[in-house]
């Protein structure tokens, strides 16, 4: 069973940056998924075992998500935030590739998942 340790949440002004990490044991599908309180789970990016990236539009040219294969860890680096980027932030695997449709529609379909870190933008 895969585990996913999240880090790196914290709170800025809008137009700040923060860079998310999540270390785990070598899965190779993975993604960053938030929810803030009161809405439902959302996809925000995901990275396949090629390297294949794909992006919720709300964060396209904002946010990168990146592997270091060697380290196992997997970041988000989010740039010019904005106050409705406030969420828990999750780190989600599985061993299987997930279609991005699936993601985007469900916020969900990995199999395992960090417990999350908090990211808090305020205007």
């Known amino acids: 069973q895969a585990k996913l340790v999240e880090s790196g949440g914290g709170s800025v002004q809008a137009g700040g940056s923060l860079r998310l990490s999540c270390t785990h044991s070598?899965?190779?599908?993975m993604a960053w998924v938030r929810q803030a309180p009161g809405k439902k789970q959302e996809g925000v990016a995901a990275?396949?075992?090629?390297?294949?990236?794909n992006y919720a539009d709300s964060v396209k040219g904002r946010f990168t998500i990146s592997q270091d294969n060697a380290k196992n860890i997997l970041y988000l680096q989010m740039n010019d935030l904005k106050p409705e980027d406030t969420a828990m932030y999750y780190c989600?695997?599985?061993?299987?590739?997930?279609?991005?449709?699936?993601?985007?529609?469900?916020?969900?379909?990995?199999?395992?998942w960090g417990q999350g870190t908090q990211v808090t933008v305020s205007s």
């Open positions: 989600a695997a599985d061993q299987d590739p997930i279609p991005w449709a699936v993601l985007a529609a469900t916020g969900g379909g990995y199999n395992y």
């Open positions: 070598g899965t190779q599908y």
């Open positions: 990275i396949d075992a090629d390297g294949t990236t």
